[in-house]
């Protein structure tokens, strides 16, 4: 029986073992069957979980570069304008005062006319503010027509538009309008131009491109990047153009510029696939194509390939994220080898357990069942974990996102190379550790309980994490936190990606600075002043506290440019604007608006204005003399000085343009107060100069409208009778009558309004010469026209003159050119010359104000004049100031010795009358013989009776 028993038992327990070994057995290989077909499937996941994110990155950086287009244009176009501008400025500066004002023209026209940029598609052109083009190198035949009413394709005034850009500010002028492409003439297309107005000659002067020649830029530039991207062993990124043609293959060149139609079969049946699914809405596709078997293979086999098919609306691209399917095998052989060295180890295990159970039988059921019970145990124990790693070993495979997995309570269990790459902590040091580990101090204990909660409540979180280095540099990341659970929803671990997105901040915060900071000083610029500049507004509206602007312009930096060099320039403009920081306090603002100009805004200050406006003055004064201390460039010792506008603000209404404006004009009145100085704003500085832009507008309406007409008083001789007339221009303003003409000349100078205005005081009295020649008994008068620097420098002022005598009809023999001595000094020459030419057609010139000039005999004795005019002047002293007497009687002698006759205006009464014909002056003109009037009044003037 015991035997029988031991039989019996033994071969029971061979029974349930082999039964339970065969049970077990099968259930494992199930298992892993089904552990694979899980591997292999997330895998597949995480290849196409790849391709999106490598997609996502390329649309991500076509779109950068698409939005950067008109940005990069607009900088290049300003940068060309500058340039254009210095050359322009550099020749008017040097050329003017020896030139006249056509020749400087014509000198700028030239130097700008052949300048070629942008390969050749960009050219300088000059348009006056009238719009009549000056120089248009393409197109030179339209040079001096008007081009005020040309428009684009979409009816918008191209002429007008630039003007109006003009008046903008130096960096806003741009202006936008259609115009046939170069390569396309029959097609318009979007060009965007850049002008800056040169005040001298009331010019435009810009340059502009086509918007889509900078896009094309950017395309090229995204290709060559693209070409150039790899991932993994295999992957890449293929561009197709809207028709399917090939535009990127890196894979095969050779297929670059090609359709499918062109293309070897395999190829073709490729791209047709690619292209269909791109045209309908994009996705994963899977397709076969060539490659070589080495590197050094010439023999190609055919590969299974997955790709990721999207298309980029704004340049018409599919992009085509692919990579070979087989650069997965090895992953899944890896895991295959590690599922079948576990079985192995169970059946080695199960082995012993049987050969165990076989020696062991004798001792009874109950040491089998013991045994077998921690048998079992131990097997389920160990099938758990093989599970567990399985489903570890699916998620956490190598990529190049930073991955880490921890248990339900966070400890860190796992991590992999990019994890350390990342944050420098090897996977020893970070295994047992919380990501706590990586906390950089940023973030408080509210924001990390959100990421619990959400993670808790939805089963994963993303977003940006500032976590800290093992060096202890900190960084930003964006991190990706999943829950792994079982399929009763309990949680076993969470797994988290990191990438590091240090390059990509670094790049918006260059956006940002290139938007909001000087390029040469990394000073604020224009921009980033004006909003702060604001927000000084309303703190000081709010807090009652007097805050100032100050603007500061460089004296005579161009000199500086001209003579050293722009880089000692920029040099310069770097050094000014390290010495302003230091003279204000840390939270002031120094900033930069091109050129030579800087601006100091001062806040928190008095809210005392006299209190405000001495703490401003101590700044400006320092400011004076950091700038006044002598400068070392290349060897050589500079001195330069800064003129300084400041205007004061506290709860005043006026907006951050009209304080930036004020300080402007501050500045100016410190430039004419001679310079290195410092002006402070005030409202009766704004209402000039208001009244004078109002004056000249005023003034160019009157022009056009007729507002002006002539005065004429009496020139006569000893005995009374009128020998002639002066011609004198007055303004009827429809608003506030007569304005003076001391008043209104001036400002014609200043504003260039005197050429039209002097073209048509003389086109007037030759009118009125012509009708008096026409009468006997006026046909002997003589009439004076007054004549401006302006006018005389004018390279066809001859010419004008005859065109007006010839159209009108007035004997040139009657006409009386008057001319003041120091118009005659500017160029002696050119004057001569022109006064020569007339003379030869009998025109007469005579010199108003002499001996009030420099009366240079050497000048006098060359000109061809015909007369001398006494000024007003000694005639009122005459018969007070014997010295007066002396110099009148100086006159006349020089004059009867030279041959000319003499005429002493501003004559008023007897007494002065009589001292002038007792010193040899016998023709007068003034208000004791008449005041100016109409030609009626001058008709029926009386006539003075005079003592015999």
Request: aromatic content about 8%; overall charge negative.
């Amino acid at each position: 029986m015991p035997r029988l028993h031991l039989i019996g038992t033994l071969s029971l327990l061979l029974v349930v073992t082999l039964a339970m070994a065969g049970f077990f057995s099968w259930q494992s290989v199930q298992n892993h069957r089904a552990a694979l077909e899980r591997i292999e499937t997330v895998i597949h996941q995480q290849q196409r979980t790849r391709l999106r994110s490598e997609t996502q990155s390329a649309v991500d950086y076509l779109e950068f570069l698409r939005q950067r287009t008109e940005s990069v244009l607009r900088r290049s176009i300003v940068e060309q304008v500058d340039v254009a501008m210095q050359m322009v400025e550099a020749i008017h500066a040097r050329e003017s005062a020896h030139r006249p004002a056509a020749e400087v023209q014509r000198l700028i026209r030239e130097a700008l006319r052949p300048a070629r940029f942008f390969e050749g598609r960009g050219y300088f052109f000059i348009d006056d503010m009238d719009g009549s083009f000056v120089l248009l190198p393409t197109a030179p035949q339209y040079e001096g027509r008007a081009g005020i009413d040309n428009r684009d394709g979409t009816g918008h005034y191209i002429m007008r538009g630039l003007i109006e850009a003009a008046r903008k500010p130096q960096g806003e002028g741009f202006s936008r309008y259609q115009w046939y492409r170069p390569d396309a003439p029959q097609t318009m297309a979007e060009k965007m131009a850049y002008v800056r107005l040169f005040e001298p000659y009331q010019w435009l002067i810009g340059t502009g491109d086509y918007l889509y020649e900078w896009e094309d830029r950017q395309k090229k530039e995204a290709m060559q990047r693209l070409r150039a991207l790899r991932f993994g062993s295999s992957g890449s990124i293929g561009l197709l153009d809207r028709d399917g043609r090939s535009l990127i293959s890196p894979n095969n060149p050779a297929l670059e510029g090609l359709k499918p139609e062109q293309m070897p079969a395999h190829e073709r049946k490729a791209l047709q696939t690619l292209f269909a699914t791109a045209q309908a809405g994009g996705g994963f596709v899977e397709y076969d194509w060539p490659r070589k078997k080495s590197p050094d293979d010439s023999n190609t086999e055919v590969g299974r390939k997955t790709a990721l098919v999207s298309v980029y609306e704004p340049w018409g691209w599919i992009i085509v994220t692919t990579t070979f399917n087989d650069e997965l095998q090895s992953t899944l052989h890896a895991e295959t080898y590690a599922q079948e060295q576990g079985n192995s180890q169970q059946r080695l295990q199960l082995a012993l357990v049987l050969a165990a159970v076989a020696a062991l039988g004798i001792m009874g059921s109950f040491v089998f069942s013991r045994w077998s019970k921690k048998l079992f145990a131990r097997y389920h124990q160990e099938l758990a974990q093989a599970q567990a790693d399985l489903r570890i070993a699916a998620i956490a495979f190598d990529s190049q996102e930073g991955i880490f997995v921890t248990d339900p309570q966070g400890v860190i269990l796992r991590v992999n190379h990019s994890f350390t790459d990342i944050t420098g902590y090897p996977a020893e040091e970070a295994i047992g550790q919380t990501p706590a580990l990586l906390k950089s101090g940023r973030h408080d204990a509210h924001f990390y309980q959100k990421m619990r909660d959400t993670v808790n409540h939805t089963g994963g979180w993303h977003g940006e994490v500032w976590n800290r280095r093992k060096n202890g540099t900190i960084f930003p990341e964006w991190l990706t936190i999943t829950a792994v659970k079982t399929d009763d929803g309990t949680v076993t671990h969470y797994v988290s990606t990191l990438t590091d997105i240090t390059q990509r901040k670094a790049a918006e915060e260059e956006i940002r600075h290139l938007a909001y900071y000087d390029a040469l000083t990394q000073l604020p610029n224009r921009r980033l002043l004006l909003d702060r500049l604001q927000h000084a507004l309303l703190n000081s509206r709010r807090t009652g506290r007097q805050a100032a602007l100050m603007f500061i312009d460089l004296d005579h930096f161009k000199l500086i440019n001209d003579t050293q060099g722009h880089d000692k320039g920029d040099i310069l403009l770097q050094e000014v604007a390290q010495r302003l920081l230091q003279t204000v306090r840390a939270n002031d603002t120094v900033a930069r608006l091109g050129g030579d100009e800087f601006v100091v805004l001062l806040e928190d200050l008095s809210p005392e204005v006299d209190e405000a406006a001495a703490e401003a003055t101590v700044v400006a004064e320092k400011v004076l003399d950091a700038v006044a201390q002598a400068w070392m460039l290349d060897g050589n010792e500079i001195k330069s000085s800064c003129s300084i506008g400041v205007v004061l603000f506290t709860d005043s209404n006026a907006s951050a343009e009209d304080l930036m404006k004020h300080a402007d004009l501050a500045m100016y009145q410190a430039k004419e107060s001679g310079r290195n100085t410092v002006r402070f704003f005030n409202p009766q500085m704004h209402e000039s100069i208001v009244k004078r832009v109002a004056l000249e507008k005023d003034l160019r309406t009157g022009l056009e409208r007729q507002q002006l007409f002539l005065l004429y008083q009496a020139q006569v001789n000893t005995h009374g009778h009128i020998l002639g007339a002066e011609a004198l221009v007055r303004w009827n303003h429809p608003r506030h009558g007569l304005v003076s003409p001391n008043e209104f000349i001036p400002l014609a100078e200043d504003s260039g309004l005197i050429l039209p205005l002097g073209q048509w005081v003389l086109h007037a009295a030759c009118e009125q010469l012509a009708r008096w020649a026409q009468e006997p008994t006026h046909a002997h008068l003589t009439l004076a026209v007054n004549v401006s620097g302006r006018q005389l420098r004018q390279p066809d002022f001859v010419q004008q003159v005859l065109d007006t005598l010839k159209k009108t009809g007035a004997p040139p023999q009657l006409l009386k050119l008057e001319l003041t001595e120091s118009l005659l000094l500017d160029n002696p020459q050119d004057a001569i010359t022109k006064m020569m030419a007339l003379k030869k057609h009998g025109v007469g010139f005579s010199l108003d104000d002499f001996g009030t000039g420099y009366s240079s005999l050497a000048y006098l004795r060359r000109l061809p004049l015909s007369q001398l005019k006494i000024d007003g002047s000694f005639v009122r002293d005459l018969v007070s100031e014997p010295r007066a007497v002396a110099i009148v009687r100086t006159i006349v002698t020089l004059a009867d010795s030279l041959g000319l006759q003499v005429i002493a205006e501003g004559v008023e009464t007897q007494e002065q009358r009589e001292s002038l014909a007792h010193n040899g002056c016998h023709t007068y003109q003034g208000y004791l013989f008449s005041r100016p009037g109409t030609v009626q009044e001058l008709e029926i003037m009386p006539q003075p009776r005079l003592p015999t």
